[in-house]
Structure formats: C-alpha cells, structure tokens
C-alpha cells in the first residue's frame, strides 16, 4: 500500500522567511497530492493540491512542486508570518479512495 | 452550509468498554472518511464510506468498524477498547470521495483509562 513519508518534522524559520516541507510516496499510482493545514486546537484545512499531470501550482504565498519521476513532492511557503504557524500535513491518493497522509511538520514562524 | 459535526466531542472511557462516535456530513456530501490522530502518528486512515458502503479501510484492527447512514451520517465503532485507543478521531466529508476536498470535523477526543 501507499506510504508517506514527510520532513522535516519540526521547522522553525523568522518571519519572512521562506519555509519547505518535503514528502516522498511510494505508489507510482497515486495521482492525487494535497496539504492540509491543522492550527492549534482546530481542524485539518486544505490549503492547496496538486494532480500528476501537473508539475507546479502556485496560491499567492503558497505553491506546491511534483516530482513524479523521484515521486517527491514539496510544499513552499514564501515570506511567511506568524498566523503560518501551524502543523502541515502532506498527503497522496491513488485513486481507490485511500487518502494516506504524512506524519506532520510542525512550523513555527518567529516574529 | 453547516460544517461537519462530530458528537461526542469528548468521551472518558475504561479498557474493555466500546465506544460509538457519530459524524454528520455537510449537506449534499456522500463520502466520509475516518482518521485516527496522535501525536506523532499525524492521520491515520481507518475507512471510508460511500452512499451506505464501506469503499476502503486502513490497516486497523476489527475491532474498529463503521457504517453510514441513507442520509450519509456516520458512525464509526470501537469495541474493546485499549489504552492505546486514546486518541482525536476526526471525520472528514466530501462529495464524491477523497480526491476532492476533505471537510474536517472538528473530532472526538477519546481518552481509555
């Protein structure tokens, strides 16, 4: 079955700062990459996806990169800021309607 | 439109005993999956239902089992329950299933003494 696999688990960065999570999968099938954001006390949110037959998607701040060859794919936060300080889950889906996600990075962004 | 809500919010329970946690879906959404979080372990998938069906699982044991509703509400089950169970169990909605938006809940903190 799929497995992912996320780093770093922790990251602290100044506020400005540009951030990366990176996240390796292991099933050449899945097509599907998501990342979900999870503040403190709350629920996951998704903040951005990508499918396969994409190698970049931006969102003002925010832009994810697909690897499909080395099957990594990374998440980039640009100048950052306090309110980005939250635990960011990667996560890939094969298409049988199994969402597997990584274990977390837990991001702090310093004034 | 409502969000996803879970009840219980929060349940105390004793190794052995079983526990049943409900979630409503948003309106309209046929698919709902089930996470159990810990710390360190992030998400970790145990099933998800599609109009009534169970369309995949994680590797969890049998002990944990769910079902959904014609409406689409879902109830997932732990019988016999072990300390190692404690845990944020958080459901999630979505249309179609999970390559589309997931809708969290806000989760179930279940805490086995």
């Known amino acids: 079955g799929e497995n992912v696999e996320q780093h770093p688990s922790t990251l602290s960065v100044q506020e400005g700062d540009s951030a990366v999570i990176k996240c390796t999968y292991s099933?050449?099938?899945?097509?599907?990459f998501p990342w979900y954001k999870q503040e403190l006390g709350k629920r996951p949110q998704l903040i951005i996806d990508i499918r396969s037959n994409v190698g970049e998607k931006k969102d003002q701040r925010i832009a994810v990169t697909l690897n499909k060859t080395a099957k990594h794919f990374s998440l980039h936060i640009t100048e950052t800021q306090p309110e980005d300080s939250a635990v960011y889950f990667c996560a890939a889906s094969d298409g049988t309607d199994k969402l597997i996600f990584g274990t977390g990075t837990r991001l702090q962004v310093f004034p | 439109k409502a969000g996803v809500t879970q009840t219980p919010r929060y349940l105390i329970k004793t190794r052995g005993q079983q526990v049943t946690l409900s979630c409503s879906p948003i309106?309209?959404?046929?698919?709902v999956s089930w996470y159990q979080q810990t710390p360190g372990q992030g998400l970790q998938f145990l099933f998800e239902?599609?109009?009534?069906?169970?369309?995949n699982k994680g590797n969890f044991p049998g002990r944990f089992s769910g079902r959904q509703f014609s409406n689409s509400r879902s109830e997932m089950n732990v019988s016999t329950l072990e300390l190692g169970d404690s845990a944020l169990y958080l459901c999630?909605?979505?249309?179609?299933?999970?390559?589309?938006?997931?809708?969290f809940g806000p989760g179930t903190r279940l805490l086995v003494l």
């Open positions: 999630a909605s979505s249309g179609q299933g999970q390559q589309e938006t997931q809708y």
């Open positions: 239902y599609f109009s009534e069906t169970q369309r």
């Open positions: 099933d050449s099938a899945s097509n599907y």
């Open positions: 309106s309209g959404h046929r698919s």
